[in-house]
């Protein structure tokens, strides 16, 4: 990845952001802003709300104090769910459905990016000749690729990635490298999380630094 010029238009931008869990600070007060085409590294000790702040920024969960800003206009969760999409330690995944049917269903909520379908956005990630494979049935690392293809599939400006290393091979990091390097270098923007990612990533990211 490489440096995103500051004249980069400003995606997402928090200001004092906190969040409490039974009147204890989780985190914050948080700066931070993210621009068109970064990857920035959410940093933290384990408890720190890393993954906390990406279910406030999916709309899983509500902000407690503090401002969030979606391209200079206040961000209303209502408003906004289609320009992030979230993939987390719980992939999104219905075990029942297959790879194609359970991109069909995000599809069918969300939209598809423009040029793109189900079926090469699964072959993109490796997953041709799975298509119709129960999820239950898919290896561990071919479940996180079947939730990656919802990363290709769908148009949010914005990804949300917590650990998505997890559970893949070499062959699975370089894939997730390529698609946060195409992501961004289109003008879309990712927040992520990982142990790993300072040593796959090409160049230097913008980090994040969660605090209490």
């Known amino acids: 990845m490489t440096a995103t ?6 995606l997402l931008e928090a200001r004092a952001l906190s969040y409490y869990r039974q009147d204890e600070p989780v985190f914050g007060p948080l700066d931070f802003s993210v621009r068109a085409g970064e990857v920035a590294l959410i940093e933290g000790d384990n408890g720190s709300g890393k993954t906390t702040l990406l279910r406030i920024l999916a709309g899983l969960l509500h902000v407690d104090d503090g401002e969030l800003h979606w391209r200079g206009r206040p961000w209303r969760r209502e408003e906004h769910l289609g320009d992030t999409v979230f993939l987390g330690h719980h992939l999104g995944l219905k075990s029942d459905l297959s790879a194609r049917e359970n991109l069909q269903v995000a599809a069918g909520l969300y939209g598809t990016r423009c040029g793109r379908h189900v079926d090469g956005a699964l072959a993109d990630v490796g997953l041709a000749g799975y298509e119709d494979e129960p999820v239950r049935r898919l290896s561990a ?10 990363l290709l599939l769908l148009p949010a400006t914005l990804w949300l990635l917590d650990e998505p290393y997890a559970n893949l091979d070499r062959t699975g990091i370089d894939l997730v490298n390529r698609l946060l390097a ?18 796959f990533l090409h160049g230097e990211p913008k980090r994040v630094r969660m605090h209490a």
């Open 141 to 150: 690392g071919q479940k996180k690729r079947a939730a990656l293809a919802r």
């Open 5 to 10: 010029p500051d004249a980069a238009p400003i």
């Open 182 to 199: 195409e992501h961004s270098s289109s003008g879309g923007a990712v927040l992520v999380t990982s142990h790993g990612a300072v040593s």
